[in-house]
């Protein structure tokens, strides 16, 4: 019987003589994961690679060199103030050129809905609404966008200043996203090494160290580009 775990903490488990077949593992932490005797057929491996031996043979520097989404997959997850800056850089300049893709296509387009997903301008909100969860409410104490839209899981929190009736143009959308790059480089400017290990209270996630609120900043932002990519193609 197909059952679903979400949130679980299953860091040690044992699986014996478990079938796995057609498993979906999304936003799961598998370092240190050590199988032995298992069938891989038509399997996919899609995140951020660090040492992965197949069959005795490390194929981390191969998988690395031949991804399309590096550099900048290999960036997320910074342990200096340096790092951080790095990485900020690096996804204002492809969500630059993502959004340059996107001008070419009409305002009704990016507001169409491909498969079910997010419209391109929903993706940029949503991608709004992390950066205020995670660095402009946390780190920076300043005051949330209203067109924000949060997660599905996340719907029912009391998010601060959110209008869930919004209906943004792809202009304001970008006005505010242009506004947290902006505050985001000024706070960039005189980030230490010290800072990133203080603690802040994040909405819904409780006490984070600012080192980790970067790096959901960062996530968020490479994954949901690589959503707008794929719903742009097929627009």
Same mark, same amino acid.
């Given at each position: 019987?197909?059952? &679903?775990? %979400?949130? +679980?903490? =299953?860091?040690?488990?044992?699986? #014996?003589?478990?079938?796995?077949?057609?498993?979906?593992?999304?936003?799961?932490?598998?370092?240190?994961?050590? $199988?032995?005797?298992?069938?891989?057929?038509?399997?996919?491996? @899609?995140?951020?690679?660090?040492?992965?031996?197949?069959?005795?043979?490390?194929?981390?520097?191969? *998988?690395?060199?031949?991804? /399309? #989404?590096? /550099?900048?997959?290999?960036? =997320?997850?910074?342990?200096?103030?340096?790092? +951080?800056?790095?990485?900020?850089? !690096?996804?204002?300049?492809? #969500? @630059?050129?993502?959004? %340059?893709?996107?001008?070419?296509?009409?305002?009704?387009?990016?507001?169409?809905?491909?498969?079910?997903?997010?419209?391109?301008? !929903? $993706?940029?909100?949503?991608?709004?609404?992390? +950066?205020?969860?995670?660095? $402009?409410?946390?780190?920076?104490?300043?005051? #949330?966008? /209203?067109?924000?839209? /949060?997660?599905?899981?996340? +719907?029912?929190?009391?998010?601060? $200043?959110?209008?869930?009736?919004?209906?943004?143009?792809?202009? !304001?959308?970008?006005?505010?996203?242009?506004?947290?790059?902006?505050?985001?480089? &000024?706070?960039?400017?005189?980030?230490?090494?010290?800072? =990133?290990?203080?603690?802040?209270?994040?909405?819904?996630?409780?006490?984070?160290? *600012?080192?980790?609120?970067?790096?959901? *900043?960062?996530? %968020?932002?490479?994954?949901?580009?690589?959503?707008?990519?794929?719903?742009?193609?097929?627009?």
């Amino acid at each position: 019987m197909s059952q &679903s775990f %979400e949130d +679980v903490d =299953l860091q040690g488990a044992v699986f #014996w003589g478990v079938n796995l077949r057609d498993a979906t593992f999304r936003d799961v932490d598998l370092s240190g994961a050590t $199988t032995h005797h298992v069938l891989l057929k038509n399997v996919e491996l @899609d995140g951020l690679i660090d040492r992965l031996v197949v069959n005795g043979v490390d194929v981390t520097d191969f *998988v690395n060199a031949n991804d /399309p #989404w590096q /550099p900048l997959r290999g960036m =997320l997850e910074p342990t200096t103030a340096d790092g +951080v800056r790095a990485a900020w850089a !690096e996804v204002e300049a492809v #969500w @630059d050129a993502t959004i %340059e893709t996107a001008a070419e296509r009409t305002e009704e387009d990016l507001n169409r809905s491909v498969n079910g997903e997010w419209s391109f301008v !929903e $993706t940029l909100r949503h991608v709004v609404f992390a +950066v205020d969860k995670w660095f $402009t409410g946390p780190i920076m104490g300043g005051e #949330w966008q /209203p067109l924000g839209i /949060p997660n599905t899981g996340s +719907v029912d929190f009391a998010w601060p $200043t959110i209008d869930p009736n919004a209906s943004p143009t792809l202009g !304001e959308v970008l006005a505010a996203r242009q506004a947290q790059a902006a505050n985001i480089r &000024s706070s960039l400017g005189a980030l230490t090494d010290d800072d =990133l290990v203080r603690s802040v209270e994040v909405l819904e996630n409780g006490t984070v160290a *600012v080192l980790q609120c970067w790096h959901v *900043v960062f996530e %968020e932002s490479f994954e949901h580009r690589r959503y707008a990519l794929r719903d742009l193609a097929q627009l």
